[in-house]
């Protein structure tokens, strides 16, 4: 590739990005990747087929995100996540810290079981719907589930879509992913919990009242809390045996919405109708942007950070890979610095070690800003439907306070 096409593919792929975070016209973030993705294929800089090969590439990712994201969609059509912030509120028992341990251990949970993006887009209204029936404060509470859906996301192979992403759709079975990542999840988890709780503490003092008015699932929900559960267990079962995770999420959302449609076809319609289906064209869409780039010589340089990291032995080279992608994920965004990652895995040998760093990174790295992950940027989506405001700096603030301790934990941790 030139000079001249090289340049071109780095402007086109940065500004499809910046797009993305910035979103003129208050267009959707999928239509700036899609289009992003066009150009470069339009104007011959990625062959067609090479662009068509990119985009059925990510496959079992977009199986996997369907198949989440409508478990999730299921579950609050059927309300089980405003139970369950009735039933925390009622566990709280009118503390306001216990309250914030709950709801961040429910998120921990929910994150570990159906994926980052699942709490963001579920539990976080469900959350702000608790906290409008108290007296408290809900930024702490809030604040803790965009913080425990990036810090919790590598708990389990299935807790984040950027783990498929890293590893080119190739997850390792659940056992090796607990004996690399375990020590290294729960210090990320722990320390995102003891820094954020120590940073809002004057919030979290003192007691709260809530009403009595507790959200029926009924019998529809309960159907639904079932066969979500069943799903859940299948899904964790084909991590267990090393088997496609995003198939397996797939045919368990197909099989919930067809049992379900039996019962309840209000529901499934009410799910159906707030799914987030566009997330897989956001997704193709940098596939594509992510092959052009690799023509253009992104991969090869990354691949040099990552040789030289590993040069450096396993502590430095983890924390000097760990800081870079942090570093890239934060301005660019984790999903197409995840796809440049697994690409640069994936095309020469490195230590196992180095590339459980690298997946850390892409994991709890973005917990620095707000434009670091896509959960993150679903979250302020979320606060800004529900009124609630929350820029970019202020976020920042929290961000550079409560990221450092878990990542380096983490990257030390990590096996």
């Not at 009924?218 to 198939?247: D, K």
């Not at 039996?262 to 529901?267: E, G, N, Y």
Request: aromatic share 8%; charged share 10%.
């Amino acid at each position: 590739m030139s000079s001249v096409a090289t340049i071109a593919v780095w402007c086109i792929s940065a500004a499809a990005v910046i797009a993305m975070l910035v979103r003129p016209f208050r267009l959707p973030e999928w239509i700036w990747a899609v289009a992003g993705a066009i150009v470069v294929a339009a104007t011959g800089l990625l062959p067609i087929r090479n662009a068509v090969a990119a985009v059925g590439r990510g496959a079992d990712v977009y199986a996997f995100l369907l198949g989440i994201l409508t478990l999730a969609e299921v579950a609050r059509a059927a309300h089980l996540f405003d139970w369950l912030a009735g039933r925390v509120l009622r566990i709280a028992g009118g503390s306001t810290a216990r309250l914030f341990g709950l709801i961040y251990l429910a998120g921990v949970g929910v994150t570990a079981l159906l994926s980052n993006d699942t709490t963001i887009v579920v539990l976080t209204p469900a959350v702000l719907a608790a906290c409008k029936r108290t007296n408290v404060k809900p930024l702490p509470h809030l604040l803790a589930c965009a913080f425990v859906a990036n810090a919790a996301s590598f708990v389990l192979p299935v807790s984040n879509p950027a783990n498929l992403v890293v590893f080119d759709g190739a997850l390792p079975a659940l056992r090796p992913w607990l004996g690399a990542f375990g020590l290294a999840a729960v210090a990320a988890v722990v320390l995102t919990y003891l820094t954020l709780r120590a940073i809002c503490w004057q919030d979290l003092r003192g007691r709260f009242q809530a009403d009595r008015d507790d959200v029926s699932p009924g019998p529809a929900g309960a159907i639904a809390a079932w066969l979500v559960s069943g799903s859940t267990i299948a899904l964790l079962a084909a991590a267990w045996l090393g088997l496609n995770v995003g198939y397996t999420a797939f045919a368990g959302a197909a099989i919930t919405v067809a049992v379900l449609a039996l019962r309840s076809r209000a529901t499934v319609l009410d799910a159906l109708r707030h799914l987030e289906w566009t997330i897989v064209f956001l997704v193709a869409g940098l596939f594509v942007i992510v092959s052009a780039l690799d023509r253009a010589g992104a991969i090869a340089y990354a691949r040099d950070v990552l040789h030289y990291a590993q040069s450096l032995g396993v502590v430095a080279g983890n924390l000097l890979a760990g800081a870079s992608i942090t570093v890239a994920a934060n301005l660019f965004n984790n999903l197409p610095i995840g796809l440049v990652t697994g690409f640069t895995l994936s095309s020469a040998p490195f230590n196992p070690t180095l590339a459980h760093a690298a997946l850390v990174a892409v994991d709890v790295g973005p917990n620095l800003s707000v434009t670091g992950s896509l959960a993150t940027l679903l979250w302020l989506l979320v606060l800004r439907r529900e009124g609630v405001e929350m820029s970019g700096w202020r976020f920042l603030r929290y961000g550079v306070a409560v990221l450092p301790p878990a990542l380096i934990a983490a990257l030390l941790l990590v096996r």
